[in-house]
């Protein structure tokens, strides 16, 4: 079946500093990836749907300055977390659909970032 | 580690029947339990998500679960489908360190 690999799995950084997190879709074409962010116990929530080829689109109360994404070929999308302090410490997941997956949704395993 | 089956990757019920989507999960921790549901190119909504508190916890659209330790499933119900129900749902399980699995998913479909 498709497959979404996402790296880092884990990510420590100093405060300050911006980490990268990748997201790939590796045989299949991702035309929409979602990025999501979950707290501990509570529930995803969507942070950008990005379209391959055209600027992603924030939900309400996310920063798209400080949460760049970038959706540049059909199986790379890219998070990156600028300037990141304590708070953007969570865990970041990001999902993908398109060709030939016929609308289903497939997961990356996630990425649980803690900024110092 | 912690994992989740879905036991069935496509339901089909008619309209007005009973609605049930399996979930087996496996954790070494006490899990956190979650159902989504996704329409086509949209995100994820929630549906409902269990945290140690009740066992039977109700969401949204008239949906319903049931969290059974001993047999470590959290199978999703609701009485009475609807049109508009037709979509996939994913059963996702997490643990005290945050870290998430989803399911496969379950893709409904409606009849009229």
């Known amino acids: 079946g498709a497959v979404v690999s996402q790296h880092p799995s884990r990510v420590i950084c100093k405060s300050g500093t911006s980490v990268k997190i990748e997201c790939r879709s590796l045989?299949?074409?991702?035309?929409?990836m979602f990025w999501y962010r979950q707290f501990p116990k509570k529930s995803l929530m969507l942070m950008a749907t990005s379209n391959e080829g055209s600027k992603a689109t924030y939900e309400q109360g996310v920063e798209k300055d400080k949460f760049l994404i970038n959706h540049a070929s059909l199986t790379l999308s890219t998070l990156t977390v600028t300037s990141a302090h304590p708070e953007d410490s969570s865990f970041y997941i990001c999902?993908?659909?398109?060709?030939?997956?016929?609308?289903?949704?497939?997961f990356g395993s996630g990425t649980q970032l803690s900024v110092l | 580690a912690q994992s989740v089956t879905q036991l069935d990757s496509h339901v089909s019920v008619s309209e007005g029947t009973p609605v049930l989507l399996r979930c087996n999960y496996s954790?070494?921790?006490?899990?956190?339990l979650f159902w989504y549901v996704q329409h086509p190119n949209k995100g994820l909504q929630l549906l409902l998500k269990y945290t140690s508190a009740a066992t039977l916890v109700k969401g949204i659209n008239g949906f319903e679960a049931e969290f059974k330790k001993s047999e470590t499933s959290f199978h999703l119900t609701k009485p009475s489908a609807h049109m508009s129900d037709a979509a996939e749902y994913f059963c996702?399980?997490?643990?005290?360190?945050?870290?998430?699995?989803f399911g496969a998913g379950t893709r409904l479909t409606v009849k009229p």
């Open positions: 996702v399980v997490s643990d005290n360190n945050n870290d998430m699995r």
């Open positions: 045989d299949f074409q991702a035309t929409t």
């Open positions: 999902s993908a659909t398109g060709q030939p997956t016929n609308e289903k949704l497939f």
């Open positions: 954790s070494s921790y006490s899990p956190s």
